[in-house]
């Protein structure tokens, strides 16, 4: 069994036939959305399991050393389990493709088109022989932007590939990914079985020498994207003002003995010439120098002695130079262990080197530095440049214009970052094809192309429900973290939250999606963002990153107590649209709401409900249009939710690009029944929340599903707001909820103002005070009765004796306890002794 | 100039040893008979060189290379011997350019051309010696052929090597019609001409005139290939028909497959048994013919020594030893290419290892190219590619 065909190892006789369904096969997987975070899952656990003891790493070992040697099988190994990790598999994606989504299709805003990578499709990958990491790691790189991989390795290569693909599969959560790769192994002799692969081909990754390049290019139908990774070369460069100063010089020294030494200068950008911008005696000093520190730097880095073909390259240059010595051309200076081979050449020009430690000394002229490298330009790849601040810039352009594609410092030739570009361009891109899509009319709102997309299925999630007090105990790197956010803090105790840059802006960039799904039009709408700024609070900074991101027209004001100002600026300025938070809204309408009629069409806030009688308030005093949540959000988690016209009061849509959300019973980790409310758990997909993974993590809301399909179109699952866990106490007897108190006003009274509990001790009894606003036309006594009326539990425990008593209140501003940071007023203020609920 | 003798009043006269060794007459005689001559000769022609190449003088000084030690022929085998390469990248001349007769070109590495210069000594004595290798193996012929030619075809200013080599091997039986399958197709182009081929074989083929294949043993495969894939049915060529290889598979090393299953294809398609076909080694820096035994074994001549080489250190290996191939010999007088090495891996056998029987002298396998292993090949294709692609380089 040598091949592995999308799941299941079969051999050559059986080979034909499966060829002869890739084309059907194809057909059904490629219009699937491919399941990136099983992927990433998958590498993960694979990359956990090639550590040292892990369990795959023995098996692996053996394999890679059927033909490397020991050393070098376990770098390829730990090389291979640094590259599977989320993180660096993240980072690639995010370096190259700007994103950790690449199939999202999303608006390009302000603009009506959408665009997205797309995977190009089925890529089949040509690998040279014994290149064990690149068979994994270009498989994982196609799998990654969601190709379909077919892997042609060579007939006599060893399993490891094949056996890589199927110990990903087998960490698969979801099973689906076995869909997307088979890995073959294939002579180059087998022309038709090449063939049925290239026809099936969107794509052709090859990589290997000039011939076997020429062969893949001959094979390859016409208009299929060949991506190529020929071999190339790279070489140093001392200038001139690196020479002249002491301690530029003795640097760039030590860091071309180190880049020879490092890998043997088996790698693509290893030097194999160093230029030195002089004279012969210049090139000669260099030389020298360079033999001293080999002599040093040399035993230092563990090395293959070549052998065979390489041996004999070595011994075929060296001859020739030392022939060429007597003509005065050359100098060689050699090793007396034959550890490393320094070639000084008085002629110009690249020269590739035989490799193993041994480089070409020559003299370059800086004039003459592009005319000298171009003519090798299509091979060029990496300049280990040693040069002072001075020359940097003229002396890069030149290097570059000449056909280098990468500068390093001199004894880092070999390093690289995550997400670096390879040979002049990023690989994911080749991979990828940029799509574009202008939507009909009816799809205005929408953002992202998969809201009106089912949902890709999740495999179900298990383990511990993640409170607030865990979530904490997991936000440890404040010290470390890109943000930190002050969450909540209604408790008392300070709390924070912490984000990548990365998660945050592709958070920020799903909640745009969402207010624009509430109705923001971000080519017209002129937007005041009046969220609470400072003091480690993240709403405002939200809003600016949304508006950002819509490329949205933005007034940054903030939440000011000064309402006069902020009028004046919507009016002088003509903002139509408001972001806010719903209590300082209505406070700025009820001081300077005759101004802003007319004016202002639309508002979108966030942070606490509306009542109804508030949302008429606005909307039938007012005149605003549009009144949407704009967001269903927190510091803690993120966006979670967001409204579309169809949204009434505190129903939202599921982000289901960001997180999933399971609702369980209020007293018991159980999934509610239909209609059920419960607790919202949300889990964050871990490639927009790396640290702290917000996993089955509850917000401390309540609510309940929608199972009805929204009439907008879009299939992310609807769920409606019902309050906090914490509008929940127990006063006297049974539990109360705040909202119902609330509720009651509103619908009843049609009450629009602010309202608040007070909890307090009086000798032995709970008292429940209702504060409500002086002077908005209610009185406590009506206020009372109609709670009296339409909460029978408190009714029920005033009736019958218990250590109850319910009041109403009529406060002004000051009476209100109010979050310092956000503005935001809690429903309950408990100042009993002893919290009873 | 360092490249070429500064004293004229140098004798030409070609030094004693020399002069018989190369004039011995049997073309494998047993080595032993002449060592002396062999070891005089070389001593010879290594102070010749010194006297007479600048450069020579300086890379023997700086090798310890000193004609009065070369005493034995353990001591003339030791000689640090020059690469190949290094005649492809530097005119080197142990005689004044208005002395050479004729030059044979070389495509070097590092792009430029370069050119083998040959005196009168020389180049006689290297035509005399391929006449007698090909008259032990019977290619001698009085009787008129046809050639196909495998080759680039002649046209004014064409001066590689091989298209020389070609016209050198016509001489051993007069040519009735000859057929160039790489055409030129003007401005120094050259094509591969499959059809005008086939319709040569096929007419020839219904004559009785013997026909002669010569040339890049890649282009009859790929002709062989194409009749097999079309179903072109075999021809039966007349009686006396051979098959010359030399040139190796130049630049098609990836498509070349084994002798014998080319010699199979070539008995059962063109109807010339195995031993009719001949397979020979040489090079424009060494002009020394190696032409196969009936067993197809390259064999040494009686004018030079094969020698393997450490890959390391360039020193004889033992018979069995895979190592560089070179050769020792005091052939030449116009360059110091008396002991060279070549660009390729090989293997000697003692001379009982053949059944050939008729050759007292040791032979060698090639075993292909001493590169660089595949995955490193980058630069060196880089190298390659900025080359060109320049005609033939190995000679007779």
Redesign the interface.
């Known amino acids: 069994m040598r091949h592995f065909w999308f799941g299941e190892w079969i051999d050559d006789t059986t080979l034909d036939a499966a060829l002869s369904t890739l084309e059907t096969r194809l057909a059904a997987t490629l219009p699937q959305r491919f399941p990136l975070d099983d992927l990433l899952d998958a590498a993960q656990a694979l990359s956990d399991a090639l550590d040292p003891g892990g369990s795959l790493y023995a098996r692996f070992l053996a394999l890679v050393r059927q033909t490397q040697p020991l050393d070098e099988a376990r770098r390829l190994l730990a090389a291979a389990r640094g590259a599977l990790t989320r993180e660096a598999l993240l980072g690639k994606l995010r370096g190259e493709l700007g994103q950790a989504s690449p199939g999202a299709i999303e608006r390009r805003y302000p603009a009506r088109p959408f665009e997205g990578w797309l995977p190009m499709g089925a890529v089949v990958h040509v690998m040279?022989?014994?290149?064990f990491l690149v068979s994994a790691l270009g498989l994982v790189e196609g799998l990654l932007v969601g190709n379909v991989n077919l892997v042609k390795l060579s007939a006599r290569d060893s399993l490891f590939a094949a056996e890589f693909a199927a110990a990903l599969c087998e960490r698969d959560p979801g099973g689906r990914l076995r869909d997307y790769m088979a890995v073959l192994h294939l002579a180059s002799a087998e022309h038709t079985r090449l063939a049925t692969l290239f026809a099936q081909a969107d794509a052709v990754s090859a990589w290997?020498?000039?011939?076997?390049m020429a062969?893949v290019r001959a094979a390859v139908p016409q208009g299929v994207r060949l991506v190529s990774w020929?071999?190339?070369?790279s070489f140093a460069y001392v200038s001139r003002e690196a020479l002249d100063c002491a301690e530029t010089f003795a640097k760039a020294v030590e860091g071309v003995a180190i880049d020879m030494c490092r890998l043997d200068q088996?790698a693509?950008s290893s030097p194999?010439t160093v230029f030195i911008e002089s004279d012969e005696a210049g090139v000669e000093r260099f030389a020298d120098a360079l033999a001293h520190a080999l002599e040093r730097i040399a035993p230092q880095w563990p090395g293959q002695a070549p052998e065979?073909?390489?041996?004999?390259?070595i011994?075929?240059v060296l001859?020739?130079a030392?022939?060429?010595?007597?003509?005065?051309l050359t100098r060689v200076i050699e090793d007396a262990e034959?550890g490393w081979r320094l070639l000084v050449d008085h002629r110009p020009g690249l020269?590739?080197?035989?490799?193993y430690r041994t480089l070409w000394i020559k003299a370059m002229r800086r004039e003459e530095m592009v005319s000298t490298l171009r003519?090798?330009r299509?091979?060029l790849q990496t300049c280990g440049l040693a040069s002072t601040r001075e020359a940097l810039g003229p002396l890069s352009r030149a290097l570059f214009a000449a056909g280098v594609t990468r500068i390093a410092r001199p004894g880092e030739m070999v390093d690289s970052y995550t997400g670096a570009p390879h040979d002049g361009v990023y690989a994911l891109m080749q991979l990828t094809r940029r799509v574009s899509l202008d939507a009909p009319e009816a799809s205005m709102g929408v953002g992202r192309l998969d809201e009106l997309e089912a949902p890709l299925a999740h495999p179900a999630l298990r383990g511990p429900i993640l409170d607030k007090a865990g979530f904490q105990a997991h936000t440890d790197a404040l010290a470390t973290a890109d943000l930190v956010f002050r969450s909540g803090g209604s408790s008392g105790k300070t709390v924070y939250s912490t984000f990548s840059w990365a998660d945050y802006h592709a958070q920020m960039r799903a909640a745009a999606h969402g207010l624009v799904a509430a109705g923001l039009e971000p080519e017209r709408d002129r937007v005041m963002n009046l969220f609470a700024a400072g003091h480690l609070y993240g709403s405002f900074i939200s809003f600016w990153s949304i508006l950002e991101t819509l490329r949205a027209r933005q007034l940054p004001m903030g939440l000011l107590a000064d309402f006069a100002e902020i009028a004046d600026a919507i009016v002088s300025l003509q903002a139509n649209a408001l972001v806010g938070a719903p209590s300082h809204l209505l406070g700025l309408f009820e001081q300077e709401g005759e101004r802003l009629r007319g004016v202002v069409e639309k508002i979108f806030y966030a942070g606490e409900p509306l009542t109804r009688a508030q949302r008429a308030r606005l909307t039938e005093t007012f005149g605003v249009r549009v009144l949407r949540s704009a967001a269903y959000g927190s510091n803690d988690a993120g966006p979670m939710g967001y409204q579309c016209p169809y949204c009434e009061g505190s129903v939202h849509h599921l982000l289901g690009s960001v997180q999933q959300l399971e609702i369980v019973a209020l007293d018991e980790d159980r999934p509610v029944a239909p209609g059920e409310v419960g607790r919202l758990l949300f889990t964050t997909s871990p490639r927009l929340r790396g640290a702290p993974a917000l996993r089955r993590y509850e917000i401390g809301d309540t609510g309940r599903w929608l199972d009805t399909p929204c009439p907008c179109g879009r299939r992310d699952p609807r769920f409606e707001l019902t309050g906090r866990i914490g509008d929940a106490f127990k006063a006297g007897g049974p539990f109360f909820n705040a909202r119902r108190f609330f509720d009651i006003l509103d619908q009843q009274l049609g009450y629009a103002g602010p309202a608040q509990i007070h909890l307090r001790d009086d000798e032995a009894r709970s008292v429940v005070e209702l504060r409500i606003a002086e002077g908005a036309g209610l009185s406590a006594a009506q206020a009372a009765e109609a709670v009296r009326l339409h909460y029978p539990e408190v009714r029920y425990c005033e009736t019958q004796g218990m250590a109850f008593r319910f009041e109403v209140r009529l406060v002004d501003a000051s009476g209100f306890q109010r979050v310092a940071a956000s503005g935001k007023l809690p429903p309950v203020i408990d100042s009993r002794a002893i919290g009873e609920g | 100039m360092i490249d070429e003798p500064q004293d004229m009043s140098l004798d030409t006269t070609i030094p004693d040893a020399v002069r018989r060794f190369c004039a011995l007459e049997a073309a494998y005689a047993d080595p032993l008979t002449h060592e002396a001559l062999f070891v005089e000769a070389m001593r010879e022609i290594v102070a010749w060189h010194i006297e007479r190449s600048p450069w020579y003088g300086r890379f023997a000084c700086e090798n310890g290379i000193r004609p009065d030690t070369l005493r034995c022929l353990d001591a003339v085998l030791h000689m640090p011997p020059v690469h190949a390469a290094f005649f492809k990248a530097h005119e080197i001349r142990s005689i004044r350019r208005e002395q050479a007769v004729a030059h044979l070109t070389s495509s070097g590495t590092t792009g430029q051309k370069t050119q083998m210069f040959f005196d009168e000594f020389t180049l006689g004595g290297a035509r005399r010696m391929v006449d007698r290798v090909m008259q032990a193996r019977g290619v001698w012929s009085d009787a008129p052929a046809h050639y196909l030619v495998n080759g680039y075809e002649p046209f004014e200013g064409l001066t590689v090597g091989t298209s020389n080599t070609n016209q050198y091997l016509m001489r051993y039986a007069p040519v009735a019609e000859t057929f160039w399958t790489l055409r030129h197709v003007g401005g120094g182009r050259h094509e591969f001409d499959p059809f005008g081929a086939t319709s040569a074989l096929e007419r020839w083929a219904q004559g009785a005139t013997p026909v002669r294949l010569i040339g890049f043993p890649a282009y009859l495969h790929f002709l062989l290939e194409r009749w097999r894939d079309t179903g072109h049915p075999p021809v039966k060529l007349p009686p006396g028909s051979l098959v010359v290889f030399g040139g190796g598979w130049k630049g098609q090393a990836d498509k070349a497959i084994p002798r014998e299953v080319l010699q199979a294809y070539i008995e059962r398609q063109l109807g010339i048994p195995g031993e009719r076909v001949v397979e020979t080694y040489g090079s424009v820096e060494h002009s020394i013919p190696y032409v196969d035994c009936r067993a197809h074994h390259l064999h040494q001549p009686t004018w030079s020594r094969v020698v393997v080489r450490d890959l390391k250190t360039l020193r004889p290996v033992p018979d069995g030893t895979p190592g560089f191939l070179s050769f020792v010999s005091p052939y030449i007088t116009s360059a110091p290419a008396h002991s060279i090495v070549m660009g390729d891996l090989a293997v000697r056998h003692p001379a009982g290892e053949c059944v050939c029987g008729d050759h007292p002298t040791p032979w060698f396998e090639v075993l292909g190219r001493a590169g660089m292993s595949a995955n490193r090949s980058c630069a060196a294709a880089a190298a390659e590619l900025l080359k060109g692609h320049n005609g033939g380089e190995e000679g007779l």
């Open positions: 040279p022989a014994n290149v290997g020498g000039e011939s076997a062969a020929g071999h190339k070369l088996q693509c194999q065979g073909a390489a041996l004999a390259e011994t075929t001859s020739v030392r022939a060429e010595q007597a003509l005065g034959g020269r590739p080197s035989p490799l003519p090798m299509t091979w």
